[in-house]
T-cell receptor, first 111, second 114 residues
Framework: LAKTTQPISMDSYEGQEVNITCSHN???????ITWYQQFPSQGPRFIIQ?????VTNEVASLFIPADRKSSTLSLPRVSLSDTAVYYC????????????WGAGTKLIIKP | EAGVAQSPRYKIIEKRQSVAFWCNPI?????LYWYQQILGQGPKLLIQ????????DSQLPKDRFSAERLKGVDSTLKIQPAKLEDSAVYLC????????????FGQGTRLTVV
């Protein structure tokens, strides 16, 4: 099972671009990379998923290098409401039960 | 579209008592998950259902935890008897199919065992 490593916490300021990097050295060929966001007292919310290169949606971008041993979640122009815990998950998309959730990265946005 | 509904939101019980949580997934979603999230940690999968069948329950403490999803729609998770270390948030999530790693989570039930 692929294990992920993320920074425990990060600080940034409103209006800045925030990049959170996740390391997954033993990612398997069939594994996808998925990011979730969790606010206090709420369940996690899906942000983005990718396999390789770059994926972009209305919320974030996900950059995955060719070796796929890491990935970077990019949040453009953050606001105070982006303060949350961000989880990086790696696993076979057809075996969701194999997804292991780490402690995530606590992102704090300051005014 | 209504989201995943869970009840109750909060529950306080004494150790050795029993407790049950209820989850109603998004309509039409075949896959339902129960997670346990201890404060400061990521969610831990307890059990996964595909319709009314169990896909994986390898991390469910079966001596005290049980879950069912009769008729393949809503689900209940029960703990009997509860221990202090069961204090956590219990999250229910659903997704259309097994291959959909985008799971939709409810707000969770915060359980405190005293």
């Amino acid at each position: 099972l692929a294990k992920t490593t993320q920074p425990i916490s990060m600080d940034s300021y409103e209006g800045q671009e925030v990049n959170i990097t996740c390391s997954h050295n033993n990612i398997a060929t069939n594994d996808y990379i998925t990011w979730y966001q969790q606010f206090p007292s709420q369940g996690p919310r899906f942000i983005i998923q990718g396999y390789k290169t770059k994926v972009t949606n209305e919320v974030a971008s996900l950059f995955i290098p060719a070796d796929r041993k890491s990935s970077t979640l990019s949040l453009p122009r953050v606001s105070l409401s982006d303060t949350a815990v961000y989880y990086c998950l790696v696993g076979d998309r057809y075996s969701n039960y194999q997804l292991i959730w780490g402690a995530g990265t606590k992102l704090i946005i300051k005014p | 579209e209504a989201g995943v509904a869970q009840s109750p939101r909060y529950k306080i019980i004494e150790k050795r008592q029993s407790v049950a949580f209820w989850c109603n997934p998004i309509s039409g979603h075949a896959t339902l998950y129960w997670y346990q999230q201890i404060l400061g940690q990521g969610p831990k999968l307890l059990i996964q259902f595909q319709n009314n069948g169990v896909v994986d329950d390898s991390q469910l403490p079966k001596d005290r935890f049980s879950a069912e999803r009769l008729k393949g729609v809503d689900s209940t998770l029960k703990i009997q008897p509860a221990k202090l270390e069961d204090s956590a948030v219990y999250l229910c999530a659903s997704s259309p199919e097994v291959g959909d790693t985008e799971a939709f989570f409810g707000q969770g039930t915060r359980l405190t065992v005293v």
